[in-house]
Structures are given as C-alpha cells and as structure tokens.
C-alpha cells in the first residue's frame, strides 16, 4: 500500500522558513517522480515543485524559483521541501505526490495535478505576521 505523509508545516512570519518533509511507503524513488502541490482557501490546486528519479532534474513555479528547494533521501524514502523567504501568499496546505511516468515531473507536469497518481493528505502553512 502506498502512502505519503506529509510533516513540517505551521505558522512563520513573513521572510521566515519552513522545511517539509514527505515519508513515502510502498514505492522507491527510484523510480517514482515526487511533486509537491499546494492549495490556498478559494483557489485551484497548484503545483510547487517536482523531482525526477536519479539525476533527472528538478523543477520549479515561477512564483517560488529561488526561494524554494526540492530534495529527496533515498536511502529514508523522503522528500523535503526548504521554503525560504515566504509570504503570504505561499499560505496553503501543501500536498505531497508521487507518480511512476515521470514525464509528469515538467514544467507543464505542474500544471496538471491530474497526471500524479497518489497523494498525502497535506500540512498546513501559514506566512502571517
């Protein structure tokens, strides 16, 4: 059974930091592109940033480039995502994803949340002073 679980969330203050982290189960990121989504109160699910198997690159929203980082652990079956310099407008519940064509792993892949097959339940983070 597959599983993602997501971690890290919480309250920071504008130009803070948070580090998520997503446990996955039941599937190597070996093999597997990782992707992370994200979803504000009132608005669409968007994708943040995804992640290849071995060295297949790593991608990025405009809106986050340069302030955040995708990573993964193989050896513990995680992926983090460093977000630095927040905003309030980076306020949402952010979900992991996993998905085996990791085709979908693209700048347009990110703009279909649709091509992931599995998903965490998200964490919450909030960027309010």
């Known amino acids: 059974q597959v599983q993602l679980v997501e971690s890290g969330g919480g309250l920071v203050q504008p130009g803070g930091s948070l580090r998520l982290s997503c446990v996955v189960s039941?599937?190597?990121?070996?093999?597997?592109?990782i992707g992370w989504f994200r979803q504000a109160p009132g608005k669409e699910r968007e994708g943040v940033s995804c992640i290849r198997p071995s060295a297949g690159g790593t991608y990025y929203t405009d809106s986050v480039k340069g302030r955040f980082t995708i990573s993964r652990d193989n050896a513990k079956n995680t992926v983090y995502l460093q977000m630095n310099s927040l905003k309030p407008e980076d306020t949402a519940v952010y979900y992991c994803?996993?998905?085996?064509?990791?085709?979908?792993?693209?700048?347009?892949?990110?703009?279909?949340?649709?091509?992931?097959?599995?998903w965490g339940r998200g964490t919450q983070a909030t960027v309010s002073s």
């Open positions: 994803t996993a998905e085996g064509d990791t085709s979908a792993c693209s700048s347009y892949g990110l703009t279909k949340p649709r091509s992931y097959d599995y």
């Open positions: 039941g599937l190597s990121l070996d093999h597997y592109a």
